[in-house]
């Protein structure tokens, strides 16, 4: 089996935590660069990858002949630029989300993949879970009925001004930060997309840190309706039920950060308060994520979140902002 040699186009706190561990363990994958202009921040990822080399630029990583694939996990408002010039350089590419700030900016990297023929994909690591693989099957397979409604939360605190995820001009807010779990989880798991849709958001400093978002979708199983609230300013919490006919499904605990914000585990609830609880103590859904990208790469197996996938979900991001009504609490 080719191993598929990795570099990191900048070196995150989430790169270092996350991302850079798993391209380490994954099957088939290696580390071999990161570009940062500080080697005490490549020295930290040497630490459990040693042969990673310091590339110095993120132009001297993109223009290394050893290096197969790069993975992006810049601030938000640098990914279109970054995943281009990759793919541009002849690298296969990975970045993290959102991929971008606006649904049509995502055209750019579907043309450009296109024309390359690499595989560039955004990191959204939850559909290579088997959690939320067991989630879409069962809704397709009838065990709750017909699905009537899903209800989707994300939350955690964090008021560092400086944070990028506080800061307009990084692309910023809560709905481009973990929106892209509560609406992309549903539209996996289901197929829907949205027809009606209103917002209500709370903005401090320029940047939505709050948001609570209500839609009709329409997708392959009918029409059901659809709620979600995210939040960078209130106690962790990650929840999302399906709510059928004759039963539900719901992920509680983990089905975001699966082990590592809580277990991984998913119910079905069916007649007479009937429950089945499936847990994945041991899965690692950055490695996996690594590992079916490497098999994209290697083999051209397709990959379980597209460009297209992403645009979607940003179509809809893009859609609450407009529609946003600010609220005050």
Do not use: C
Not at 65 to 87: C, F, M, Q, R, S
Not at 202 to 226: C, D, F, N, S
Not at 309 to 320: F, L, P, R, V
Request: charged fraction near 20%.
């Amino acid at each position: 089996m080719k191993t598929v040699k990795w570099g990191i186009l900048g070196a995150s706190n989430f790169a270092l935590n996350r991302m850079g561990p798993a391209i380490h363990a994954a099957h088939g994958a290696e580390l071999v660069a990161v570009a940062s202009s500080s080697a005490e921040k490549v020295a930290e990822f040497q630490a459990f990858a040693p042969a990673a080399r310091h590339a110095k630029t993120y132009e001297a990583l993109l223009s290394d002949p050893g290096i197969d694939a790069v993975y992006v996990p810049l601030p938000n408002h640098l990914h279109v630029e970054w995943t281009l010039k990759a793919l541009e350089a002849g690298k296969h590419v990975l970045t993290e989300k959102p991929i971008a700030l606006h649904a049509p900016e995502i055209d750019a990297l579907i043309a450009a993949r296109d024309r390359s023929g690499l595989v560039a994909a955004e990191a959204y690591m939850i559909v290579h879970h088997p959690q939320w693989q067991r989630a879409r099957e069962w809704i397709a397979a009838g065990e709750i009925g017909t699905l009537r409604h899903v209800d989707a939360q994300f939350s955690f605190y964090l008021d560092d001004s400086g944070n990028i995820r506080n800061r307009p001009e990084t692309g910023g807010g809560s709905l481009r930060d973990i929106g892209v779990y509560t609406f992309g989880a549903a539209r996996f798991a289901t197929g829907a997309e949205p027809v009606e849709l209103s917002s209500r958001v709370i903005r401090e400093k320029g940047v939505e840190i709050w948001a609570q978002v209500a839609a009709t979708m329409q997708g392959p199983l009918g029409r059901y309706t659809y709620n979600s609230m995210t939040t960078m300013r209130a106690y962790n919490r990650q929840v999302v039920t399906f709510q059928g006919t004759t039963g539900m499904i719901r992920l509680e605990g983990g089905p975001f950060n699966a082990n590592v914000h809580d277990m991984a585990e998913i119910e079905l609830h069916k007649g007479m308060n009937r429950t089945l609880i499936e847990r994945f103590p041991t899965v690692n859904q950055y490695q996996v994520q690594v590992e079916a990208f490497g098999r994209s790469v290697r083999e051209g197996v397709p990959f379980a979140w597209t460009l297209e996938n992403a645009k979607g979900t940003q179509a809809m991001i893009d859609w609450a902002y407009r529609e946003a009504v600010d609220v005050t609490i």
